[in-house]
């Protein structure tokens, strides 16, 4: 059944049409799209369906699926168009230049974590730098309000990163990093850009797991969406 951009998946039905499977389960998802089919969902649906779940074959998405309630909701709508002018969500109320008026410099920033149940694909212990909004990561991350980070050398996404520490890390110096690495679609990553996540980052303890979230914000001339950097509670 579709509802604006949200599609709901029939976890119990999903689950009856395996048990009763005469045939193998897919590594390629084969059943679970034929099952979409007669479902009349699509395919973008499932894909994003298999994405959240964070599985690799129907054996793990079956043995996964038991611990859902019976209905499951995926959105996988387009979705608006981000403002070119801020790509990375920054509030607008958020001021930089008084931040490097004061001299601030920072000693934490975020790299791959080891396993941690959220989706990820960069190697433990890589920097991680916030991705742009509607970014093409080589491996596909979930779409609706979580967002991911790009690891400096393998350039996979990771939704979740650990903070550690440094030693003074200032702006400039992080906007430099994120420049040599001659990342695509990083062209207008500015100083701005920067002070922001150096600060996110600043507010959490050494060891914390963090994610980012597409978080929205009420001000008196109305709602607006940026992302915020949240506390991982399993960790």
């Known amino acids: 059944m579709k509802n604006n951009n949200w599609y709901f998946i029939e976890v119990d039905e999903l689950i009856h049409y395996f048990e009763e499977l005469e045939v193998e389960l897919s590594d390629d998802f084969d059943n679970v799209y034929n ?6 969902l699509p395919e973008e649906a499932i894909e994003q369906f298999i994405i959240e779940l964070n599985c690799e074959t129907e054996e793990e998405m079956l043995a996964i699926l038991h611990y859902y309630s019976p209905d499951f909701m995926v959105n996988c709508g387009v979705k608006d168009a981000p403002d070119p002018t801020n790509r ?3 509030p607008s109320n958020f001021d930089h230049k008084k931040i490097l008026e004061k ?3 920072y000693n934490q920033f975020i790299v791959a974590p080891e396993m941690t149940g959220l989706r ?6 890589e920097l991680l ?7 093409q990561p080589p491996k596909k991350m979930r779409n609706y309000r979580y967002h991911y980070n790009i690891s400096d050398k393998s350039h996979m996404p990771s939704e979740a990163g650990v903070v550690i520490g440094s ?13 040599s690495l001659s990342l695509p679609d990083y062209d207008d990553f500015s100083i701005r850009e920067s002070v922001y996540f150096l600060d996110l980052i600043s507010k959490f303890k050494l060891g914390d797991h963090v994610e980012l979230i597409q978080f929205e914000y009420l001000f008196d001339s109305g709602q607006e969406t940026a992302l915020k950097m949240f506390r991982i509670p399993l960790f």
Request: glycine share 8%.
């Open 120 to 125: 990820g694909f960069a190697k433990p212990g």
């Open 129 to 135: 730098i916030p991705a742009p909004i509607n970014y």
């Open 88 to 90: 990375w969500m920054i």
């Open 167 to 179: 030693k003074n890390i200032n702006p400039e110096f992080f906007l430099h990093q994120v420049k």
């Open 103 to 105: 001299g601030v410099t």
């Open 35 to 40: 099952w979409a089919e007669e479902q009349n």
